[in-house]
């Protein structure tokens, strides 16, 4: 597996694990060029020509943002997440941000799991932020060594 910045040729494949993926945010293919043409920082996991995941990004004043963030279903639990969490944290590091931010849907129980394993705490919520359907967001935030 090769963790590698999202290039326009990896859209359609991002799209299709997106859909696979109600949980996450439903982003159009405008939103993903715009990450492909550098407005944001992105990363897929590729094994050959697959795409296995992909994690959007962006810096915030001392901190970075976790945008946007999945994994095939048939690959989940498998390091491929783990990867791309890895990549966007020393991104992070090297732009000696402190914090790694990010909000979850508070049923996501696997996602907490995933977060709360790699340091990331609960730090508020977000009443019925999220839509189809309505559901608060957790606030999570992790410490960038």
């Known amino acids: 597996m090769n963790v590698r910045p999202i290039e326009q040729r990896d859209i359609d494949s991002i799209l299709a694990i997106q859909s696979?993926?109600?949980?996450?945010?439903?982003?159009?293919?405008?939103?993903?060029?715009?990450?492909?043409?550098g407005e944001m920082a992105g990363w897929v996991a590729a094994s050959d020509a697959d795409i296995l995941g992909f994690l959007v990004a962006r810096r915030i004043a001392?901190?970075?943002?976790?945008?946007?963030?999945?994994?095939q279903p048939d690959f989940r639990r498998s390091g491929v997440g783990g990867a791309l969490l890895q990549k966007a944290l020393a991104w992070g590091s090297e732009l000696n941000a402190e914090r790694a931010?990010?909000?979850?849907?508070?049923?996501?129980?696997?996602?907490?799991?995933?977060?709360?394993?790699?340091?990331?705490?609960?730090?508020?919520?977000?009443?019925?932020?999220?839509?189809?359907?309505?559901?608060?967001?957790?606030?999570?935030?992790?410490?960038?060594?």
């Open 20 to 37: 696979a993926s109600p949980e996450v945010s439903q982003w159009t293919m405008w939103d993903y060029n715009r990450v492909a043409q």
């Open 101 to 145: 931010l990010l909000e979850v849907r508070a049923s996501n129980y696997a996602a907490l799991q995933f977060y709360e394993r790699r340091g990331f705490v609960v730090t508020g919520r977000r009443p019925r932020y999220y839509t189809a359907p309505i559901e608060d967001a957790l606030l999570l935030a992790a410490e960038i060594r």
């Open 62 to 71: 001392n901190d970075i943002e976790i945008l946007n963030f999945a994994v």
